[in-house]
């Protein structure tokens, strides 16, 4: 498995980030394109083909200050693989967040999926997790969301 920065350099990994990024997620969601043209941090997760995770994945955005963050995970679960993924989000404080999430799953492959979306208070929170299933392949998601300013979570399979 590799973690890379969505800026990485390599020619190959930008060819594997460009094979998912903004390929799950479908464009009619007015926020997901906000978030398109806004992008300032992200991860990219590549799970090798045949890769069996055992050690969760946690990713964690914190909105701590009065600014705007628009960020994005990508994901890519090869044919036969497994891992789990934790997208952890909180914060109280006067701030615009869009956190967009996709995810290709290849054939045979499996995800366990959280999503904790803990803004409450001023916290204005607008996301998304976006998920391609191949054949055979199994998603268990399980997503939690408090309440705050203003939350939205959209959700595609």
């Known amino acids: ?6 800026n990485n350099d390599d020619t190959a990994t930008q060819q594997a980030i460009s094979s998912v990024y ?3 997620k479908p464009t009619r969601h007015m926020f997901g394109l906000v978030n398109d043209a806004l992008c300032q941090h992200g991860i990219f997760i590549n799970v090798e083909a045949g890769a069996k995770i055992d050690t969760p994945v946690r990713i964690v955005n914190m909105a701590s200050q009065n600014v705007d963050a628009h960020t994005r995970v990508v994901v890519k679960v090869a044919e036969g693989a497994s891992a789990t993924v ?22 045979d492959a499996h995800l366990e999926h959280y999503r904790f979306a803990m803004f409450t ?10 998920f391609k299933l191949h054949n055979r392949t199994t998603l268990n998601s399980t997503m939690v969301g408090y309440g705050s300013e203003l939350s939205r979570l959209d959700v595609d399979i």
């Open 121 to 130: 208070g001023k916290a204005k929170q607008l996301g998304g997790s976006h």
């Open 1 to 6: 498995m590799s973690i890379t920065s969505l």
């Open 86 to 107: 934790i997208e952890q989000g909180f914060g109280d404080t006067e701030s615009l967040t869009t956190a967009f999430a996709e995810y290709d799953l290849a054939d």
């Open 22 to 24: 903004g390929q799950v």
